[in-house]
């Protein structure tokens, strides 16, 4: 039986549209945050900032213009919760086939509470380690070792399955195997 590790976001999520992120662009009035944005994700991501605090840093850092803060909070949760369907099954099946599946992800607070209540299929994960809970990246080799010590499973015959290169060398420093997601074929040949 394998342990199975997954990722949230570009895997069992997709990644934000550009429909999605040009919605965000249109709450804050430009495109000119994204540095900003991606510089103080980690963070958000890390439960250091609440999400208000969070795109006023942007709007300070930035020196933009006064928006909607709750309206940019609402529109960057929103890109973000697109199930891949084709990816969910993969992890479902193989749960069925008594295959241990986990989740080591990067989401911020506000985003997971969400996530929790709208994604029921969540529970059916042994461990769901988000940074925001741990105070650690996906990055970070020691986020794999949490969900491997609540799971009950070693390093060794586990694969972590995602699309960020950081996060993959993270678990393979870990002493997982990782597996980059392209789409679900690149998940069931380990499974």
């Known amino acids: 039986m394998t342990t199975a590790l997954f990722d949230l976001t570009g895997v069992l999520l997709r990644t934000p549209s550009p429909a999605a992120l040009a919605g965000i662009e249109e ?3 430009t495109a000119s945050f994204w540095p900003d944005y991606a510089d103080l994700r980690p963070q ?3 439960g250091e900032f609440e999400e208000r605090h969070y795109w006023d840093s942007i709007a300070t850092r930035g020196g933009l213009a006064p928006f909607d803060t709750a309206a940019a909070v609402a529109a960057d949760w929103a890109a973000y919760l697109e ?14 086939a008594g295959h241990a599946c986990g989740i080591v992800a990067d989401v911020p607070t506000g985003l997971s509470t969400i996530m929790r209540t709208e994604f029921p299929w969540l529970r059916s994960f042994v461990a769901v380690v ?6 650690l990246p996906a990055a970070d080799p ?3 070792q949490v969900a491997l010590e609540v799971m009950g499973a070693s390093a060794k015959g586990s ?8 996060a993959l060398a993270a678990a393979e420093e870990a002493g ?4 980059t997601y392209t789409g679900p074929e690149s998940v069931e040949e380990f499974l």
């Open 83 to 96: 199930v891949d369907g084709a990816a969910l099954a993969v992890a479902q099946r193989a749960q069925v």
């Open 27 to 29: 709450v804050v009035g």
């Open 142 to 144: 020691r986020s794999f």
């Open 176 to 179: 997982l195997t990782a597996v």
């Open 159 to 166: 694969l972590y399955v995602c699309a960020d290169p950081s």
């Open 44 to 46: 958000l991501d890390l």
């Open 130 to 135: 988000l940074s925001c809970d741990i105070g």
